[in-house]
Nanobody, 128 residues
Framework: QVQLVESGGGLVQAGGSLRLSCAASGRTFSSFAMGWFRQAPGKEREFVAVISWSGDNTYYADSVKGRFTISRDNAKNTVYLQMNSLKPEDTAVYYC?????????????????????WGQGTQVTVSS
């Protein structure tokens, strides 16, 4: 069992930045790849980014590439999402989740069903 708790969401103006954190407890954090997803009202949950268990392989959705950065600190059992140049369309509830995937195949895990444990989410609102 893995427990995930997201934090760091809030209200920010367009062009601003936020850093989300996802703290994990339970089973060995470093054995999982970690992903971030988001869900806007009335829309399906969509993939944002994923990071390998080792932290040196990442993959991003085209919509956030160049603006968002995913990272992790296995010593702190925490994964981060640094979000820069935020846009109103980034407004959503952001979730972190765990998955098990081969290092070289993290680009394949972009669907929610491929993830096992989820946090409760943190709201990000970007005003225009």
């Amino acid at each position: 069992q893995v427990q995930l708790v997201e934090s760091g969401g809030g209200l920010v103006q367009a062009g601003g930045s936020l850093r989300l954190s996802c703290a994990a407890s339970g089973r060995t954090f470093s054995s999982f790849a970690m992903g971030w997803f988001r869900q806007a009202p009335g829309k399906e949950r969509e993939f944002v980014a994923v990071i390998s268990w080792s932290g040196d392989n990442t993959y991003y959705a085209d919509s956030v590439k160049g603006r968002f950065t995913i990272s992790r600190d296995n010593a702190k059992n925490t994964v981060y999402l640094q979000m820069n140049s935020l846009k109103p369309e980034d407004t959503a509830v952001y979730y972190c989740a765990t998955t098990v995937v081969a290092y070289s195949e993290i680009f394949k895990v972009t669907a929610p069903y491929e993830y096992d444990y989820w946090g409760q989410g943190t709201q990000v609102t970007v005003s225009s």
